[in-house]
């Protein structure tokens, strides 16, 4: 039997999966509702054969419109009773799976018994299946996200020797050079020269694109091993909870190199908006690091 603690986190993390679900469904729902006739305006002069559909005025449009939150409710309990009961996979790889599993097994017979038993055009047909699965595909990556966090990794080859982008890699001015441009911190001053060293703790500022409101953020270095130039560090602050960083690099050849970033967030209810920032800000460093290697040069 749930204890009372147990209930209530399980029922935040209902609401929190049932809202990203409902936002996700509705939001990927809107889109293809505006898009379609852009990219093909034919489509919507079928909808007006009323011998074959409602119309879109009155009641359908509404109910159309709040369907992504009821349907959510149950989307939503079923995979986290999945997640917690089995061995489902986690994360957003286990939400996306799930998405698509409810797509073949509810939705897609369904569709095809529509499309056996009305006149409706194949393209329509292949539209609304399209449509279904990436709302429930991107719905289920979301849940599986606020569920059990995002891992992200991203990995260039640099032109520069392994103890070269080591001795970079270790310094104040090459973090702020490659964080340049999409993260501005505060304080830097006070910061050390050699900023990654073992048992090192920076309390900073942050905002993203340098612009809104500065967040308090905690960097505490874990480890630092010269050796296997490897680096970890344990991140928090604002709406984040958890940023667990490593970063490694890989000799390739006498002058060249892999780096990799590898993180682990989660960020409460905001972890499918932080991951995707997350994904775009570490490949946007890893830009900045090749563009610091070719001026150096």
């Keep these: 039997m749930m204890s009372e603690t147990s209930m209530g986190r399980f029922c935040r993390r209902w609401f929190y999966c049932w809202l990203v679900a409902s936002v996700s469904l509705f939001f990927v729902g809107a889109a293809f509702h505006f898009l379609i006739p852009v990219f093909a305006p034919h489509v919507p002069e079928a909808f007006e054969n009323t011998h074959l559909f409602r119309p879109w ?23 986290l009773g999945l997640r917690d009961r089995t061995a489902f996979p986690a994360g957003v790889r286990g939400g996306a799976l799930y998405g698509i599993g409810v797509f073949v097994v509810g939705s897609l017979p369904v569709f095809l018994l529509v499309y056996a038993a009305m006149a409706m055009t194949t393209e329509i047909a292949v539209l609304w299946t399209v449509q279904n699965a990436m709302q429930y595909l991107i719905a289920g990556a979301a849940m599986g996200s606020v569920a059990d966090g995002v891992h992200i990794q991203a990995a260039v ?20 050079e490659i964080t340049r441009g999409m993260m501005a911190y505060e304080n830097t001053g006070s910061w050390p020269e050699t900023l990654f060293s073992p048992d090192t703790t920076l309390t900073t500022r942050v905002r993203p694109f340098g612009i809104g409101p500065a967040s308090r953020h ?11 130039q490897v680096i970890q560090t344990d991140e928090s602050g604002g709406l984040v909870t958890t940023w667990q960083h490593t970063m490694r690099i890989e000799s390739l050849s006498d002058q060249r190199c892999r780096y990799i970033d590898r ?31 070719r001026r150096s040069v």
Excluded: C
């Excluded at 009641?59 to 309990?77: E, G, N």
């Excluded at 905690?218 to 296997?228: C, H, I, L």
């Excluded at 960020?267 to 290697?293: C, D, E, N, S």
């Design 218 to 228: 905690e960097v505490r270095v874990v480890q630092v091993d010269a050796s296997q």
């Design 263 to 293: 993180i682990f967030l989660h960020a409460g209810i905001i972890t499918p908006a932080i991951g995707l920032f997350a994904m775009v800000f570490y490949r946007y460093r890893q830009h900045r690091w090749k563009r610091l290697l």
């Design 157 to 176: 080859k640099l032109p520069a020797p392994a103890n070269r982008v080591w001795d970079l890699l270790l310094r104040k001015d090459t973090f702020l």
């Design 57 to 79: 005025s009155g009641w359908t449009s509404a109910y159309m419109a709040i369907h992504p939150l009821i349907f959510a409710v149950v989307f939503s309990a079923f995979f």
